[in-house]
């Protein structure tokens, strides 16, 4: 297994963000199942228990029909409001935040965002990317163009994603490219590290400069993921993923 993971944080709401690197335990419960290994959350100061991306998904279909906890959109978007959550389902639930995540072509990999319990969407938001399978026969040469889409305060079911491409060049090794929706474009010029199949570099938001850094993961470098980040201007911190075409 080959994990890859951005962003361990902490909030000023007094809990965690992390995604350790052990991925996921193995669970068998009433209320969600989970396989060992695979990508997945664990917020430090409510759950000692690390939920996989694949679980909360399930759990987001057994639970859209009641129409209060979200619901997987148009988009294959999952928004999940664990705020909404009623207290006798556990005591915890109704503590671990709001997520809002995308999985990347058939790769065990997701991007998305995370707002604790009673956050400030533009303060307390993180961006992450987490997945398994990260490159092991990197490109030597030659070019690709991946179809890019973005997650930046997607709290509600089929609002839009940030869209676009990102050109690589691996005689280069860089990553170019953009990806926007209405108000906000994000922009990227990153260089590529062959040996941690990984890209890092400069990020544009709306003119506003950042930084961006990600993996490439499956055969040949056939997926990436990563996050764009903008210090002081949170506003704008945006996660991403996407399929080479």
Do not use: C
């Amino acid at each position: 297994m080959r994990l890859s993971h951005k962003n361990n944080a902490p909030t000023d709401k007094g809990k965690v963000f992390t995604l350790p690197e052990k991925g996921a335990a193995e669970h068998n419960g009433w209320f969600h199942t989970d396989e060992e290994g695979l990508p997945g959350v664990d917020i430090k100061g409510v759950s000692t228990k690390v939920s996989s991306f694949k679980s909360l998904t399930g759990v987001t279909k057994r639970t859209e029909f009641l129409g209060v906890f979200g619901g997987i959109d148009d988009n294959d978007m999952v928004v999940l409001k664990m705020n909404n959550m009623p207290s006798w389902v556990s005591s915890f639930h109704n503590k671990l935040g709001n997520f809002a995540f995308k999985k990347v072509g058939a790769e065990e990999l997701y991007y998305g965002e995370w707002l604790v319990r009673d956050g400030d969407i533009n303060q307390d938001r993180i961006v992450y990317y987490a997945g398994n399978n990260k490159t092991a026969n990197m490109p030597t040469g030659g070019k690709a163009t991946y179809s890019v889409s973005g997650i930046n305060k997607n709290t509600e079911l089929n609002q839009p994603l940030l869209a676009g491409s990102l050109n690589a060049d691996f005689n280069a090794n860089t990553l170019k490219g953009n990806m926007r929706k209405s108000g906000l474009l994000i922009s990227i010029d990153a260089g590529i590290n062959n040996a941690e199949a990984s890209f890092k570099g400069n990020a544009k938001a709306n003119g506003i400069n950042g930084q961006t850094e990600g993996n490439f993961f499956g055969n040949n470098a056939a997926a990436l993921a990563g996050v764009a980040k903008f210090d002081g201007n949170n506003q704008f911190d945006t996660a991403f993923g996407g399929t080479k075409q």
